[in-house]
C-alpha cells in the first residue's frame, strides 16, 4: 500500500506538472504569434504616420533651408502628439549621406551617422524599409524609415520608432503573462549601454547576467535565478518571493536576421502550484484512510478466522478426551 500511495501521488504530480508545462509551451507560441502580429500592425499604422508627415510643408521648408531649430520647433508638437496617441518614441531627420541632422526625441545628440540595416534598405533601394533594430545605446525598438522625396527629389530620410518594450507590455497585459527582453552582450557597447541608461533615468546592472543584459522589462518585479537559466533554451521554474514562476524563451531577432538576445516569457503558477499540492495533501489523505479501513478490516477478518481456528482446536481437543 505504501508502494501503492507513492506511485500513486507521483503519477498525479507528473501529470499536472505536465499539463502546466504545457500551458506555458502554448503561451510562448502564442507571445510569438502576437508579438509578430503587433510588429505587422504597428509598422502599418508608423507607414501611415510618415506618408502624412513627409507631406508636412513647413517641415519640408525648414529641411531645405537646413535650419535645425526651427525644424524642431515644428517637428515637436508632431512628436508630442505620436507619442500621446501611437506611443512613438523616436522621430529621426536623417540627410542623404545617412547623418543623424535631428533626433527630436533627443535634440541635444546629432551628426553621427545611422548605421542600421533599415537605413541601409531605404538608401540603397529607394523604398520604405522596417526592422526590429537595436540602437546605439542599447535600446531595442521597431524601426520604420522612408526615403524623403520633395519636388520630386530625393532630400533624406524620416525615421519613426517605437520601444519593443511597449509592444510586448500590449501583450503581457492582454495574455497575463510578464516578460523580459535580454540582449548578448556581444552586440552591446558596455560604456555606451550604460550611457543610455543614464539618459532615459534607467538602472541596471553589466555585471549581473555572464552574457547578457535586460534592455526592457513590462515589470519592476525582480527575478531571483533568472542567472541560472538564461543559458538555456527549455522551461524552467524559477521562485521570487512568495511566487512560483514557469517561463519560456522566444528568439530576439533583429532586422538583419541576427538573433540579438532572448524574451523571457513567464507565468506566475503559485495557484496551480498551490492547488496541485492541496491535490496530493488530499489524495495522500484519502489514501490513508481507504489503507487503514482496509488494514483494519483485514485485521480483524483474520483475527476472526483465528479465533474460529481456536476454537475448532478446542472442540477437537475436548472430543479427544479419554471419559
Given at each position: 500500500?505504501?508502494?501503492f500511495?507513492?506511485?500513486?501521488?507521483?503519477?498525479?504530480?507528473?501529470?499536472q506538472?505536465?499539463?502546466?508545462?504545457?500551458?506555458?509551451?502554448?503561451?510562448?507560441?502564442?507571445f510569438?504569434?502576437?508579438?509578430?502580429?503587433?510588429v505587422?500592425?504597428?509598422?502599418?499604422?508608423?507607414?501611415?504616420?510618415?506618408?502624412?508627415?513627409?507631406?508636412?510643408?513647413?517641415?519640408?521648408?525648414?529641411?531645405?533651408?537646413?535650419?535645425?531649430?526651427?525644424?524642431?520647433?515644428?517637428a515637436?508638437p508632431?512628436?508630442?502628439?505620436?507619442r500621446?496617441?501611437?506611443?512613438?518614441?523616436h522621430?529621426?531627420?536623417?540627410?542623404?549621406?545617412?547623418?543623424?541632422?535631428?533626433r527630436?526625441?533627443?535634440?541635444e545628440s546629432?551628426?553621427?551617422i545611422?548605421?542600421?540595416?533599415t537605413m541601409?534598405?531605404?538608401?540603397?533601394?529607394g523604398?520604405p524599409?522596417?526592422?526590429?533594430?537595436?540602437g546605439p545605446?542599447?535600446?531595442?525598438?521597431?524601426?520604420?524609415?522612408?526615403?524623403?522625396?520633395?519636388d520630386g527629389?530625393?532630400?533624406?530620410?524620416?525615421?519613426l520608432?517605437e520601444d519593443?518594450?511597449?509592444?510586448?507590455?500590449?501583450?503581457?497585459r492582454?495574455?497575463?503573462?510578464?516578460?523580459?527582453?535580454?540582449?548578448?552582450?556581444?552586440?552591446?557597447?558596455?560604456?555606451?549601454?550604460?550611457?543610455?541608461?543614464?539618459?532615459?533615468g534607467?538602472t541596471?546592472?553589466?555585471?549581473?547576467f555572464?552574457?547578457y543584459?535586460?534592455v526592457?522589462s513590462?515589470?519592476?518585479?525582480v527575478?531571483p535565478?533568472?542567472e541560472?537559466?538564461?543559458g538555456?533554451?527549455?522551461?524552467?521554474?524559477?521562485?521570487?518571493?512568495d511566487r512560483?514562476l514557469?517561463?519560456?524563451?522566444?528568439?530576439?531577432?533583429?532586422?538583419a536576421?541576427n538573433n540579438?538576445?532572448k524574451?523571457?516569457?513567464?507565468?506566475d503558477?503559485?495557484g496551480e502550484k498551490?492547488?496541485?499540492?492541496?491535490?496530493?495533501?488530499?489524495?495522500?489523505?484519502?489514501?490513508?484512510?481507504?489503507?487503514?479501513?482496509?488494514?483494519?478490516?483485514f485485521?480483524w477478518?483474520?483475527?476472526?478466522i483465528h479465533?474460529k481456528?481456536?476454537e475448532?482446536?478446542r472442540a477437537?481437543?475436548?472430543e479427544?478426551?479419554?471419559?
Amino acid at each position: 500500500m505504501s508502494v501503492f500511495l507513492g506511485g500513486l501521488i507521483f503519477t498525479v504530480y507528473r501529470l499536472q506538472w505536465d499539463h502546466i508545462n504545457s500551458e506555458t509551451s502554448l503561451r510562448v507560441e502564442a507571445f510569438h504569434r502576437n508579438f509578430q502580429s503587433q510588429v505587422q500592425s504597428e509598422t502599418d499604422l508608423i507607414n501611415g504616420l510618415l506618408s502624412f508627415i513627409k507631406e508636412n510643408k513647413g517641415l519640408q521648408r525648414d529641411w531645405l533651408a537646413g535650419d535645425r531649430d526651427a525644424l524642431l520647433r515644428d517637428a515637436a508638437p508632431i512628436f508630442k502628439e505620436l507619442r500621446t496617441r501611437s506611443l512613438i518614441t523616436h522621430f529621426y531627420f536623417i540627410k542623404l549621406d545617412k547623418e543623424c541632422f535631428l533626433r527630436v526625441h533627443k535634440p541635444e545628440s546629432h551628426g553621427d551617422i545611422i548605421d542600421r540595416i533599415t537605413m541601409d534598405i531605404a538608401a540603397h533601394l529607394g523604398r520604405p524599409a522596417h526592422g526590429i533594430e537595436m540602437g546605439p545605446f542599447g535600446t531595442v525598438a521597431l524601426r520604420v524609415v522612408h526615403p524623403w522625396v520633395i519636388d520630386g527629389k530625393l532630400a533624406g530620410y524620416i525615421e519613426l520608432g517605437e520601444d519593443v518594450e511597449q509592444i510586448t507590455a500590449r501583450i503581457s497585459r492582454i495574455m497575463n503573462i510578464e516578460t523580459v527582453s535580454v540582449v548578448a552582450k556581444k552586440y552591446l557597447d558596455k560604456g555606451q549601454w550604460e550611457q543610455g541608461l543614464r539618459m532615459s533615468g534607467r538602472t541596471s546592472d553589466w555585471e549581473r547576467f555572464k552574457d547578457y543584459v535586460i534592455v526592457s522589462s513590462d515589470s519592476a518585479k525582480v527575478y531571483p535565478g533568472l542567472e541560472r537559466v538564461l543559458g538555456s533554451n527549455g522551461q524552467f521554474v524559477i521562485s521570487a518571493g512568495d511566487r512560483t514562476l514557469n517561463g519560456g524563451f522566444d528568439a530576439h531577432i533583429d532586422a538583419a536576421g541576427n538573433n540579438i538576445g532572448k524574451f523571457v516569457i513567464l507565468s506566475d503558477v503559485s495557484g496551480e502550484k498551490k492547488s496541485l499540492y492541496g491535490l496530493l495533501l488530499r489524495l495522500g489523505a484519502f489514501t490513508l484512510v481507504i489503507s487503514g479501513l482496509t488494514l483494519a478490516f483485514f485485521d480483524w477478518y483474520i483475527s476472526r478466522i483465528h479465533h474460529k481456528h481456536a476454537e475448532a482446536e478446542r472442540a477437537a481437543s475436548q472430543e479427544n478426551v479419554p471419559r
